[in-house]
């Protein structure tokens, strides 16, 4: 019988000590074996209740200092469910009434305790369903905060995914309100990135695992069409049978474009959008493997600007990258569909033509790509006219290598360049040159110790009297046993290698010696101009070293003046001006050299100190014939003159140019009309002739009269 027995953990607050037995008794006969607790003192009910969880509490009503609806406000204060039933000998109808208001489950007649045991037992039952339906309760609202609160994107369907509901980050996320979506289905969302088979084959992995997830495409209510990665679950109900769907989904998009940003940064131009260097080589693969397979070739066409670096350096960046982004399109417009422009940097760019017969003709190609470049660009209103050169080399003949493929392309481009705005194919024998190229670098790097190097002077003529009033100091290469080399073949090299620094520095203190020399000779001595190339004047100790080689050679600065290219000068234009400025405050002459071939205005040239303009050779050579040159050089004299400058124009080689010139009031002239560069003893000899004063001025042709 007692192995039938429930155990029950009572709390008895029972002042009778009888009472205690008789309720235990009835206890155990209705079928509890109690484990309890009895307590008499109303003090002791808060630790008791607080200590032990009971399953049912029986109260005396009417204790001595105490009655039973004060332990009950207790078991409420500790929020406590517990079974609260009133055993009482003498309680009114009215009181057990409100002592079950205040909460009591029941109130049993200590006449009557037979009761007690059903009643436990009916309260014990009750408890259970109350505290299962307080755990359900819970776990709605813990399931419903989850939800709210989620920041994936979530959507319930019903079985024929109808849309029940959505959280706040679906709404967020989608751009649709609860109410907008509810009774619609999810395809609600679809971008039509996926096609019909993509849809399926998740409701088929739905079906079968009763799970999906991966990446989809959606599309938000503004028509923005993003990333999610989305998970699907088919929940069923107790009968097995699917009752709802829940999907739940994260907005990749601010991934997937850093993404996407980061691929395209690594394969992209960021300039022109065109593949770079190493895309263009990823696709430059494919046709080579084609062109071997199927007997065909592949040309690489490397397109490089001509003197790009002037219009950068004239017009500033920003209209450089405008142009070479114009350049870029222009490009990518004029080819065929299977050729593919890249960029490689700076004013390079390359383009692939792969799967070419034998027979294709590629000059025709490289005519069709220049023929880009004939029509003017247009920048901010200006017009540019820019021309490419352009190297080519051919797969697989030239070689089967890419890498060198490149160099080959990159090696006729420089040939091009010197011939300039054209194209070149690779050959063989282009490679000997570049070895020509190291032979005349390692020669010049000896040539100062071996003082192979001389200065030449060429008379500058004042062209309203005939009188010589200024030489120009040239650079002349004379290597043993070899031919006088002029400064067009080896100035570049000097200024790619960097001797130009120490090269110029010879020239300045060469031509200050003469010139000591000559005012020591002649009685009137003469100014002499030396060249100075951009990168001289750039150089930091440009100032320093002219300053003390005048004092080395005791030139006063007032006879010498220096030439300047118009790129010195509007390259970094505050640092060129300072520097003009100290030299022009030592009391140097400051002439511009080649003035017409860059692209500086008068008027911006006004901001510097200067004192002369050298006319280039090229719009002089042309006076007589070309209608336009005379018009430029005409604009350039009377726009010099009003801005106080003097102006020379270079390379006078007839009558009919030094007219000209005169008519038009050009102040000084240089040329072989007058004179050639002549070595410092010819022209110290020509000084003293013409200052004899039987001898009036410099006749053409360096003749006396
Ligand atoms: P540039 O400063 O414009 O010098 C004038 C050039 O025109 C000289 O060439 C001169 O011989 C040539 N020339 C003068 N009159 C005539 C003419 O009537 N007809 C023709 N066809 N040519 C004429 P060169 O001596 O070959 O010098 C070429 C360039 O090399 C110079 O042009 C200058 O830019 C540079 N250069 C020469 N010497 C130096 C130097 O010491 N330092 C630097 N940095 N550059 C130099
Ligand atoms: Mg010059
Ligand atoms: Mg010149």
Redesign the pocket.
Same mark, same amino acid.
């Given at each position: 019988m007692n192995g039938e027995l429930r155990k029950l953990s009572v709390l008895i607050i029972e002042d009778s000590e009888d009472d205690v037995l008789l309720i235990l008794r009835a206890l155990r006969n209705g079928g509890f074996d109690p484990n309890y607790l009895h307590i008499e003192n109303p003090n002791d009910i808060k630790p008791a209740l607080a200590d032990k969880t009971w399953d049912v509490v029986l109260c005396d009503y009417n204790l001595p200092q105490f009655i039973g609806t004060e332990a009950l406000r207790l078991l409420q204060d500790l929020n406590l469910d517990i079974p609260f039933i009133i055993v009482s000998g003498a309680i009114g109808e009215e009181t057990a009434v409100n002592a079950m208001r205040s909460g009591a489950h029941d109130y049993i007649m200590k006449n009557n305790l037979a009761r007690l045991a059903p009643v436990i037992e009916r309260e014990l039952r009750e408890a259970k369903i109350r505290n299962s339906r307080r755990l359900a309760l819970e776990d709605l609202r813990l399931a419903a905060k989850v939800f709210e609160s989620s920041v994936e994107g979530i959507v319930i369907t019903d079985a024929q995914t109808r849309i029940l509901r959505v959280n706040q980050s679906f709404c967020e996320i989608t751009g649709y309100s609860q109410e907008h979506v509810i009774g619609l289905k999810p395809d609600m969302l679809q971008s039509r990135r996926h096609n019909m088979d993509f849809f399926k084959g998740i409701w088929k992995s739905i079906k079968r695992h009763g799970y999906w997830q991966g990446e989809v495409w959606n599309r938000r209510k503004n028509g923005e069409i993003f990333p999610v990665w989305l998970s699907v679950s088919a929940v069923k109900n107790s009968n097995g049978q699917v009752s709802h769907y829940i999907g739940g989904f994260t907005d990749l998009s601010a991934q997937k474009s850093a993404e996407e940003r980061i691929q395209h940064l690594t394969h992209y131009d960021a300039l022109t959008d065109l593949p770079n260097r190493t895309l263009f080589h990823a696709r430059f693969k494919q046709p080579m493997q084609n062109a071997l397979r199927h007997n065909r070739r592949v040309a690489l066409l490397h397109l490089d600007i001509d003197r790009f670096i002037k219009i950068n350096d004239t017009l500033g960046h920003h209209i450089g990258d405008r142009l070479l982004q114009q350049v870029g399109r222009r490009l990518v417009a004029s080819i065929h569909d299977r050729d593919f422009v890249g960029r490689f940097g700076g004013d390079e760019y390359a383009i692939a033509c792969p799967d070419l017969d034998q027979s294709v003709e590629v000059s025709a190609i490289a005519q069709s790509i220049m023929n880009v470049f004939s029509e003017p660009f247009w920048v901010e209103g200006r017009e540019i006219f820019l021309s490419p050169s352009i190297g080519i080399a051919l797969f697989p003949e030239d070689t089967d290598d890419y890498d060198e493929l490149l160099k080959f392309a990159d090696t006729a481009v420089h040939h091009a360049k010197r011939q300039g705005g054209t194209y070149q194919f690779y050959h063989r024998g282009m490679n000997v040159d570049s070895a020509n190229r190291l032979k005349m670098e390692n020669a010049l790097r000896r040539a100062l110790d071996r003082q192979e190097f001389k200065?030449?002077y060429?008379p500058q003529v004042n062209l309203a009297n005939g009188k010589i009033i200024g030489a120009?100091?040239?650079?002349?290469w004379k290597p043993a046993n070899q031919d006088m080399v002029?400064?067009?073949q080896f *100035?570049p090299l000097l200024e790619e290698t960097g001797l *130009?620094i120490s090269?110029?520095e010879w &020239?300045l203190r060469a031509a200050c010696y003469q010139l000591r020399a000559l005012q020591n000779t002649v009685q009137s001595p003469i100014p002499i101009s &030396?060249?100075?190339?951009p990168m001289?004047f750039r150089h930091k100790d440009l100032v320093g070293m002219i300053e003390s080689v005048l004092e080395e050679t005791g030139i006063d600065a007032h006879w010498l003046e220096l030439?300047i290219?118009e790129t010195s000068v509007m390259e970094e234009p505050e640092h060129a001006l300072a520097t003009l400025q100290q030299l022009y405050g030592m009391g140097i002459r400051l002439a511009v050299?080649?003035f017409g071939t860059g692209y500086s205005s008068l008027s911006y040239l006004k901001k510097f100190p200067l004192d002369v303009l050298?006319i280039?050779?090229s719009f002089v050579?042309d006076l007589g014939h070309d209608l336009d040159d005379a018009a430029i050089v005409d604009s350039i004299i009377a726009m010099a003159h009003r801005l106080n400058l003097k102006v020379i124009a270079?390379? *006078?080689?007839n009558q009919g140019q030094l007219d000209f010139l005169q008519n038009h009031e050009c102040d000084i002239g240089?040329?072989?009309?007058y004179s050639?560069?002549m070595p410092s003893e010819l022209l110290t000899h020509t000084l003293i002739e013409e200052q004899n004063p039987l001898i009036q001025h410099m006749t053409p042709q360096g003749h006396c009269a």
């Open positions: 200065l030449y060429q120009e100091a040239l650079l002349r002029y400064p067009e *100035i *130009i090269v110029g &020239v &030396v060249n100075l190339s001289q030439e290219t050299d080649d050298k280039d050779r050579s270079e390379g *006078i080689e240089q040329g072989f009309y050639k560069p």
